[in-house]
């Protein structure tokens, strides 16, 4: 299926490893022009630029004027924009072992960094008359879990952030969807620091236990890989979806039992 994303402009943050990385390659394959935001670069996202169709932006999107130099880098011209920077630290100690301090970076990493350069790039998008926005989000803003409280919090404030702009510009030509995975193959996961790890330390059981034990909870037993989320992603970006706005896409491999 042609997308129609050849030519088109797109803007991804959190660009240099998992799941924003497989958007950044299925957009470029796609034959979209890339500019990938990201804090530190990869080898896998260092190859894409070298082959051509991706810009790499090196920006440190936590801090206010992250944003604006991402959009200014952009240029005068944006298509789609995918916010998909985020981080969720286990928090093994449950909900009074988060400080002020790890709740206001949980909220700025998963809600502010999308509020600012959503901010950035759209008064761009609105002169054009054109645009799709999509948010990485999760199944946790509607599934809450005390290991991951603060991200829980921050991704459900961004469904809802999503949901709201998508009611002011829908009628200006510029759709806001979210797309919201369950647990994913990516570092958040399974790197030495990750969810499986920490509860690994924390529990007794060992990381391969902590992923079985997630994968069992999903209807397929498996986690989603990022190129499914990816693949659903383009698809909300693309006209192919001109109608669609205001929405939440779940790739979560069963996950959710309810609607």
Request: glycine fraction near 12%; hydrophobic fraction near 45%.
């Given at each position: 299926?042609?997308?129609?994303?050849?030519?088109?402009?797109?803007?991804?943050?959190?660009?240099?490893?998992?799941?924003?990385?497989?958007?950044?390659?299925?957009l470029?394959a796609?034959?979209a022009?890339?500019?990938?935001?990201?804090?530190?670069?990869s080898?896998?996202?260092?190859a894409?630029?070298?082959?051509?169709?991706?810009?790499l932006?090196?920006?440190?999107?936590?801090?206010?004027?992250g944003?604006?130099?991402l959009?200014?880098?952009a240029g005068?011209?944006?298509?789609?924009?995918?916010?998909?920077v985020?981080?969720?630290?286990?928090r093994?100690?449950?909900?009074?072992?988060?400080?002020?301090?790890?709740w206001?970076?949980?909220m700025?990493?998963?809600?502010?960094?999308?509020?600012r350069?959503?901010?950035?790039?759209?008064?761009?998008?609105?002169e054009?008359?054109s645009?799709?926005?999509?948010?990485v989000?999760?199944v946790?803003?509607?599934y809450?879990?005390?290991?991951?409280?603060d991200?829980?919090?921050?991704?459900?404030?961004?469904?809802?952030?999503?949901?709201?702009?998508?009611?002011?510009?829908?009628?200006?030509?510029?759709r806001?969807n979210?797309?919201?995975?369950?647990?994913?193959?990516?570092d958040?996961?399974?790197?030495?620091?990750?969810?499986?790890?920490?509860?690994?330390r924390?529990t007794?059981?060992?990381?391969e236990?902590v992923?079985?034990?997630?994968?069992?909870?999903m209807?397929t037993?498996?986690f989603?890989?990022?190129?499914?989320?990816?693949?659903v992603?383009?698809m909300?970006?693309?006209?192919?979806?001109?109608?669609?706005?205001?929405?939440?896409?779940?790739?979560?491999?069963?996950?959710?039992t309810t609607?």
């Amino acid at each position: 299926m042609d997308l129609g994303l050849e030519g088109r402009v797109a803007v991804v943050t959190g660009a240099s490893r998992g799941i924003g990385l497989a958007i950044v390659r299925a957009l470029a394959a796609e034959g979209a022009l890339v500019v990938a935001g990201a804090r530190h670069s990869s080898d896998e996202l260092d190859a894409l630029v070298e082959r051509g169709g991706v810009r790499l932006v090196q920006v440190d999107l936590a801090e206010p004027e992250g944003a604006r130099q991402l959009i200014g880098a952009a240029g005068d011209r944006i298509d789609v924009l995918v916010n998909n920077v985020g981080a969720a630290p286990a928090r093994p100690g449950g909900f009074l072992s988060v400080t002020d301090e790890q709740w206001q970076q949980a909220m700025n990493l998963n809600l502010f960094t999308a509020v600012r350069v959503t901010r950035e790039a759209l008064p761009l998008m609105l002169e054009r008359g054109s645009g799709s926005i999509v948010n990485v989000c999760s199944v946790n803003a509607v599934y809450p879990d005390p290991m991951v409280i603060d991200y829980s919090a921050g991704k459900a404030a961004l469904a809802s952030f999503s949901k709201g702009v998508s009611k002011e510009v829908g009628g200006r030509g510029i759709r806001v969807n979210t797309v919201s995975p369950g647990p994913v193959e990516t570092d958040l996961w399974l790197a030495a620091d990750g969810v499986a790890a920490t509860v690994s330390r924390a529990t007794g059981m060992t990381p391969e236990e902590v992923k079985a034990r997630a994968a069992g909870a999903m209807v397929t037993g498996r986690f989603s890989k990022p190129a499914e989320v990816a693949d659903v992603v383009l698809m909300l970006a693309s006209d192919r979806t001109g109608n669609v706005t205001g929405s939440d896409i779940t790739i979560d491999g069963g996950f959710l039992t309810t609607w």
